[in-house]
């Protein structure tokens, strides 16, 4: 069974940066498409970005182009999501999730098969 566990998470004034971590353990991470999501309280959850299985492939939700950046390194099962220039509305649980069907860097929610717990990441006006 996959398991994957995010950490990184915490509060910050806007303008700064965060980096988050997700692990991953008990399957081939490499075979993996993974991706970051994001959940504000009462919103539904939403797409923020993914990575193809080498790294090499990476797509982002619109408007967060040029402030975050997804990457991965497979020697270490980990995927990153380095967060720049914060604003209060990034203020989100984010989670990590895994697409075992390498059918592209895909966006929606129901299509990803592994989920992490989540990391919850505050920014201070």
């Known amino acids: 069974q996959v398991q994957l566990v995010e950490s990184g998470g915490g509060l910050v004034q806007a303008g700064g940066s965060l980096r988050l971590s997700c692990a991953s353990s008990g399957g081939t991470f490499s075979g993996y498409i993974m991706a970051?999501?994001?959940?504000?309280?009462?919103?539904?959850?939403?797409?923020?970005?993914?990575?193809g299985r080498k790294g090499i492939g990476t797509n982002y939700a619109d408007s967060l182009k040029g402030r975050f950046t997804i990457s991965r390194d497979n020697a270490k099962n980990t995927v990153y999501l380095q967060m720049?220039?914060?604003?209060?509305?990034?203020?989100?649980?984010?989670?990590?999730?895994?697409?075992?069907?390498?059918?592209?860097?895909?966006?929606?929610?129901?299509?990803?098969?592994?989920w992490g717990q989540g990391t919850q990441v505050t920014v201070s006006s």
Request: glycine share 4%.
């Open 84 to 114: 720049n220039s914060l604003k209060p509305e990034d203020t989100a649980v984010y989670y990590c999730a895994a697409d075992r069907s390498g059918l592209g860097l895909r966006t929606r929610v129901v299509l990803y098969d592994y």
């Open 36 to 51: 970051w999501f994001r959940q504000a309280p009462e919103k539904e959850r939403e797409f923020v970005a993914a990575i």
